[in-house]
């Protein structure tokens, strides 16, 4: 999944970055990458809202096939084909996952009892469940059977499949597709024979496939995926696109190489700010894990940073502003210098506040427009007010990693969250006494409301 919508702000913010593949105008490629869950999804359910929708097991392992087949003929790789399908996951994305597939079940259950109150007529015919597609299971151990199968076909029929190298990694290799690509790629470079200027072209439909091509610091990196519509679908459309494989789909391809040159275009006002080397890989190491901080699979986001909040400028801005400041780059050959990112979070942490406060006040006109059952019309609540930060006066100061040692506790405690209380106790509206109402024992008892009033 990766960083929910960054697909998107990237291709709007770098307009170029990406090109429609059409037939004989594509560069050449010496390695091809396949994450084949992508694949496997969009040829078993391509619309989980369709319950009338239904596909025989042999019709999936054909269009799957026909899939692989035609991404092949695309790209014509001349050296290396690789497929790699998820197998066990890491422990921290367990949870995600078996979220994921308990909110798949309930929402196809959901959906069907919507189609039944509706009167639509339901197929007797058993439907596919996505949640097959998981490591073990008997569907996965029949498709992997029927890969080899697959493989051996072509290397023998096909010439095309004969002079390259073919990988097949298969659900019982433990990992996620993509990271068993990337130590593919990485193993490869770890030879004394490597070629340098080596061509690849990952197929994907993961946003975080583009933090994982950069992270492999690979000059010629392309990623190959389907055509991204934005919007929402229209219903009357929605039906008539209900068709499992690749015909009629339109291929765009991502170069990374181009998106590398972006980002050395927009971080060179802090080249000559430096006081150490400047390192334009060590700038996308630092770039990818300021994505990761919007959105990623293993850890939780920062609250209230979203993409379309424009958090990601915002980010950049900051780390031009700070970096300048330290010694050296947040992460350091993928280790993270713990010291620096609280720099970098700090001078963050003010911007962030002032989102919070921002949308505290839209929050509060907007409760302000609607009239609700405890309030009385009329009355307008004075909005709460978020006492100043003790670091905001902080300013930043250029520190090295042997501060460490003088470091002591001497902050502890200091720091107060946005909603504190203290800076609350004088904001809240008077309250106008109320008066007790009547039951109608004491009215039928011949006290009148007046009296029991007073």
Known sequence: MGVPKFYRWISERYPCLSEVVTDKQIPEFDNLYLDMNGIIHGCTHPNDEDISFRISEDQIFRDIFHYIDTLFAIIEPKKVFFMAIDGVAPRAKMNQQRAR?????KNAELALKIAESKGQEIPKDKRFD??????GTQFMATLHEQLQYFISMKISTDTAWQGIRVYLSGHNCPGEGEHKIMDFIRSERSRPDYDANTRHCLYGLDA?????GLCSHEPHFSLLREEVKFGRTPKHKQKSSQKTGVDGITFHLLHLSLLREYLSWEFRPVQDKLPFPYDMESIIDDWVLMGFLVGNDFIPHLPHV????????????TYMQVLPQLDGYL???????????????????????????????DEGYLASKRS???????????????????????ELQVYSDSDMENSDDSEEGTHRGAFDSDSESDSSPEVEPTFEIPSASNVLAGNSPAQLIK
């Not at 350091?332 to 210098?337: P, T």
């Not at 942490?349 to 949308?359: A, G, H, W, Y």
Request: charge should be neutral; proline fraction near 7%.
């Open 101 to 105: 597939r308990f909110m798949s079940a």
């Open 130 to 135: 996505p949640n097959c597609i998981t490591p």
């Open 208 to 212: 975080d496939l583009i933090m994982l």
């Open 306 to 317: 979203h993409i379309h909040e424009d958090a990601l400028p915002a980010l950049y801005s």
């Open 331 to 361: 992460n350091e050959s993928g280790v993270l210098n713990l010291r620096r990112f609280e720099k970098f979070l700090k001078a963050f942490s003010k911007i962030d506040r002032q989102s919070f406060v921002q949308k505290m006040d």
């Open 372 to 394: 609700e059952p405890h309030t009385k019309r009329g009355v307008k609540q004075k909005p709460k007010v978020i006492a100043p930060h003790e670091d905001d006066e902080e």
